[in-house]
């Protein structure tokens, strides 16, 4: 155990607890240690080592150590005393971000202000706060009560002090992504229903329900029938109800004098599909309660199915009937009884109808496949939200190649593909009622990348904190694009996509490793990445550093964290002309934060078509003179040989990780014996061609040198005179029209080739080699040399997607540095017509 670590459970234990837990019956409260874990689930999970569990026989929730360096994740901060996580057991959901009493106008930092401890039949924790925003003179104290057999736990908040009448009686909720927040009868709510999780908050004493401000967090407002206020002190009581949906809800906190019960609903084919696979289950459940004759209906709900086709709801005694639907099904209806004992409902679909395939390459293995998915006429299927894994709005992601989809009856448009060194199979079919299509693939690898592999190196899930997006789910994008290398780089937080490739059995398909974005203040300047980085699971930020508000101090910490260890450090989505030296980008320069460029590996430099634009004769203003392309090029003038890359940096699944990528220099072909050690030695050498899907190959040589330079490296050529072998491969699917070559960042006149002044060099339309060419130039001074290729008018759009396919096919090598004098490559300065601030004091690194 580590030494913060250790301090940290002295302190939550020693001076709050006393004892590692508390029990009464079923209901129990203890401090989290390694050992006696949660065992919580859900997409939103955030307790620690140190945190608190409570919990009884209905719920359990986790509430935040009183510590002040306490964040749930990126924008949950100074969270201490908080609910992180709150859960049914059954289910256990955790979608809640955070419950945080006073919305953090009072900090609860001091664990010697924790108290537990038992009150009857309830076991309790309490916490007196350590300081307020206000400075008024107030404080504020919060007390969480569980009882056995509550189906909610209580939030008592009181504010003491002369000022207390003057605070406004409110808590904040944090519920992020799909949420909607609403109120009925006495209760207010907050409800994810594709992610079947709803919040309830009432009052225990009156019938009025709190009110909702949206905002960060959105504030759950009182009334003053909800508080108690007397000389120096404000009151207000709520109760905190996990919940599956609204009309889960709806039973519990107005109905549990009834015995409600909880039942299941299990959605299944009728008749299971022959290699096993379900289809997919995300049915709507309708149930309606009716009258003792069985006529009339008296309420209805509708219910979200998991991917399994389970859902939940707790029921009160009576006769209900109970309709699943879900897409290429007909529907399944079944009447029963409800009592006051935990019961089960199962609803078969029948006739299905729909499409099975089965992916396999050109050597007859089943591989990861995505299938994009249009309706011929009408609107696309939407299998689910963004955020979600496996069937995400019109795609299916398939690990392990087989998919068993289900579709309503019509036509459609499918393309299998599998990133861009693969060929895209499209499929026209036409779906028939109650049949299920039998689709046999074959996606073709024909792009030779052999001594490349590709990469993402930024890219995110639930855990940053500033996104929903299922982490399996970005797993799922990552393979079935077929990203070699992935390191996992969550908001603030060390973590890993180990687990998940363990779930699927697939390590063997894509390398990774543990990472982070810390990400600070300002941006943009204050994001990096860094991998790999030692990582501690359920400790603050994973063991990763802490961010700071001096982007200088922040990426030196971050680059001698892991006592120095040799590591990869990048700068996302730069302002570097801000950083080169205009900190406040008033158009005067200054020192900027130029310092950041001695920690930097490499630098993303996206948007790649910005290489193709003529900047220096159309300049955007100072102030929006965010380009890092051209900047970039403008740095590598000035001797700063940081090599570039891009990245993703995908926060949804639906085709979020792919369409862009690097492609890393490598001794190995096969994932499985990636080295991370070897991936930041090939990217800090700058051995990386950029791309969005074109696979470009650069090769340099000169009559004085016997070696081969490819980017990243170092050309002798004592008389000035190179020659580059260029190659463009793509897939069925991509195509470019012009290769061009730039010369200390400038486009080359002479070097410019188009499909249409050069047609003898470029392949036909259906020929995976597009280009392939030897550039023959001659050089008076020490120069480098980068090769970018794009498709002009083309677009990505039917296997990419909408969002992200309406740009064009590209590729933007890394630089090959040539020395004519043989003293070694030396920058020139020149400036490419807009100049960095202050750009007249080169610096080398």
């Known amino acids: 155990m580590n030494s913060r670590l250790a301090t940290l459970f002295r302190l939550v234990i020693g001076l709050s607890l006393g004892m590692s837990a508390i029990q009464a019956a079923a209901a129990e409260l203890q401090v989290i240690v390694p050992g006696s874990e949660p065992a919580i689930d ?66 609860f930092h001091d664990p010697s202000q924790v108290t537990t401890g038992r009150d009857g039949d309830a076991v309790f924790w309490q916490c007196r706060s350590s300081r307020t925003i206000s400075k008024d003179g107030t404080t504020a104290f919060v007390q969480y009560r569980l009882k056995d057999g509550d189906a909610f736990v209580e939030s008592i908040v009181q504010i003491d002090g002369d000022a207390a009448e003057k605070v406004g009686a409110f808590d904040g909720v944090r519920a992020d992504g799909w949420f909607s927040f609403e109120t009925f009868g006495s209760v207010a709510y907050c409800a994810d229903s594709f992610f079947r999780q709803t919040i309830g908050f009432k009052n225990p004493f009156v019938r009025q329900p709190p009110s909702w401000k949206k905002g960060r967090p959105n504030q759950l407002r009182y009334s003053d029938a909800h508080v108690e206020r007397t000389d120096g002190k404000l009151k207000w009581t709520v109760r905190l109800y996990p919940a599956t949906s609204p009309a889960d809800l709806r039973t519990v906190a107005e109905h549990s004098d009834l015995s409600p019960a909880m039942y299941k609903f299990v959605v299944r084919p009728k008749t299971p599909p022959a290699d096993g696979l379900d289809a997919v289950n995300r049915a709507k459940v309708v149930v309606r309660s009716v009258g003792e004759n069985g006529d009339g209906v008296q309420d209805s709900f509708t219910l979200q199915t998991d991917d399994q086709g389970i859902a939940h709801t707790r029921l009160i005694p009576g006769k209900y009937v109970a309709v699943a639907s879900a897409i290429g099904c007909d529907s399944s209806e079944v009447a029963f009884q409800s009592g006051k004992e935990n019961g089960t409902v199962t609803l078969p679909l029948t006739d299905v109808s729909g499409f099975v395939a089965e992916v396999k390459d050109d050597q007859g293995n089943f591989i990861p496949v995505k299938a994009t998915i249009y309706a011929a006429d009408g609107d696309h299927p939407n299998f689910g939200l963004s955020s979600t894994r496996t069937f995400v709005e019109n795609l299916v992601y398939s690990v392990h190649g087989r998919m068993h989809c289900p579709l309503d009856p019509g036509k459609y448009e499918i393309y299998f593909s599998r990133g861009p060194e693969y060929d895209s199979v499209r499929k026209e079919v036409e779906i028939i009622a109650k049949e299920m299509q039998l689709i046999a693939v074959q996606l073709d ?398 610096a080398t690194r």
């Open 42 to 107: 859900g997409k939103e999970v955030d307790w620690i080592y140190g945190d608190y569990l409570l919990k009884n026989d209905h719920v359990s929730l986790t509430i935040a150590a009183a510590v002040p360096t306490r964040d749930a994740n990126m924008t949950i901060r100074n969270i201490g005393g908080s609910i992180l996580d709150l859960t049914l057991n059954e289910p256990s959901n955790d979608q809640l971000s955070a419950y945080t009493p006073t919305a953090g106008r009072y900090f």
């Open 445 to 842: 690898r024909v792009v030779d990348t052999t001594g490349w592999v590709s990469a993402d190196l930024h890219s995110h899930s639930s855990p940053s904190g500033d996104n929903t997006s299922d982490q399996y789910g970005r797993v799922e994008n990552l393979l079935c694009e077929n990203v070699e290398f992935a390191p996992c780089t969550e908001h603030n937080r060390i973590d890993s996509y180990t687990p998940h490739l363990q779930q699927m059995n697939l390590t063997h398909l894509m390398a990774t490793c543990t990472g982070i974005e810390l990400t600070g203040s300002p941006t943009p300047v204050n994001h990096q990445n860094s991998f790999p980085l030692h990582w501690h699971p359920h400790t603050q930020n994973g063991g990763g550093p802490r961010t700071s508000s001096n982007p200088v101090v922040q990426i030196e910490r971050l680059a001698m964290w892991d006592d120095a260890s040799d590591k990869l450090v990048q700068i996302n989505h730069p302002n570097l002309h801000q950083i080169y030296g205009d900190v406040d980008t008033d158009g005067i320069p200054d020192s900027g934060f130029r310092g950041m460029l001695k920690w930097t590996d490499v630098v993303e430099v996206h948007p790649l078509e910005t290489i193709f634009q003529d900047i220096p004769n159309n300049p955007p203003s100072v102030r929006r003179m965010r380009i890092p392309m051209f900047q970039w090029l403008q740095l590598l003038n000035q001797g700063y040989r940081i090599p570039g890359v891009i990245n993703t940096d995908a926060h949804y699944n639906h085709h979020g990780s792919g369409w862009r990528r690097n492609w890393f220099a490598c001794s190995t072909d096969d994932p499985a014996k990636i080295s991370t050690d070897e991936m930041v030695r090939q990217a800090e050498s700058g051995h990386i061609v950029m791309s969005t899907g074109p696979f470009l190959s650069v090769a340099g040589q000169s009559t004085t040198s016997r070696d081969t330079a490819i980017p990243g490296d170092s050309l002798v050529a004592a008389d000035g005179k190179v020659m580059l072998k260029v190659t463009v491969q793509c897939p069925n699917w991509l195509d470019v029209n012009r290769v061009q070559l730039f010369i200390s960042g400038r486009p080359s006149k002479k070097h410019n080739y188009t499909r249409k002044n050069s047609p003898d060099l470029f392949g036909s339309m259906t020929a995976v080699r597009k280009f392939d060419s030897s550039i023959s130039l001659s050089l008076d001074q020490d120069a480098h040399l980068i090769v970018a290729t794009i498709g002009e008018g083309m677009t990505m759009e039917k296997v990419m997607g909408t969002r992200y396919g309406k740009r064009p096919p590209i590729a933007v090598s890394n630089p090959i540095f040539v020395d004519v004098d043989g003293n070694g490559f030396q920058h020139n300065g020149d400036e490419l017509g807009m100049p960095l601030p202050n750009a007249a004091a080169p």
